[in-house]
């Protein structure tokens, strides 16, 4: 062999025939593990980064966010979580965390997804009644709307969604929109 590369080459299948194949894959086994460790850090962070809301309207802030950027991952972190829901409600938290599976939770986003267009501005959050909260904003051709987004709850200091809103709001025309 000759040309530019074949010295190099030559150099590296002589290296591997004396017998370094043992430290070669230690090495790219270490280059292995270290990627997963940074991968398992990334999704740590990820995870720390869960929304915190303070007040109602941040929490309607949030939402209507998740909604805009098409987001059910973010909208799922803004229910109550495994310990917070334990805090709530003590026993019955199992039934409640049962009954909240990912089916239905996405079901109410691609609902309220459909009933909120691009383009809309948030403006706020309107008390239903029953801790029922309704998210208001204006959509693209300056109308008004308020969507219920279902059940809402204050756990220490954060605002979460206890239930999304029922099927029946749902089923009203443009995701249970109130005119």
Avoid at 3 to 26: K, T
Avoid at 41 to 56: C, D, G, I, K
Wanted: charged share 25%; with cysteine.
């Amino acid at each position: 062999m000759t040309g530019a590369g074949s010295g190099w080459f030559s150099s590296f299948e002589a290296w591997l025939q004396e017998g370094w194949n043992g430290p070669l894959l230690v090495v790219l086994l270490l280059l292995g593990w270290l990627w997963l460790l940074v991968r398992r850090r990334e999704e740590e962070e990820r995870h720390a980064q869960r929304p915190t809301p303070l007040s109602v309207h941040e929490l309607g802030h949030c939402l209507f966010l998740a909604l805009q950027g098409r987001d059910p991952r973010r909208y799922r972190e803004l229910f109550l979580t495994g310990g917070e829901a334990r805090r709530l409600l003590g026993d019955d938290a199992a039934a409640y965390l049962e009954a909240r599976t990912g089916p239905r939770v996405i079901e109410a986003f691609e609902g309220l997804r459909g009933a909120v267009p691009r383009g809309s501005v948030y403006q706020g959050m309107k008390a239903l009644g029953d801790d029922r909260w309704a998210l208001r904003f204006a959509r693209p051709d300056g109308s008004t709307r308020e969507v219920p987004v279902g059940t809402l709850v204050q756990v220490g200091t954060a605002w979460r969604i206890f239930a999304p809103p029922p099927p029946s709001e749902g089923d009203a025309p443009a995701g249970g929109a109130v005119e």
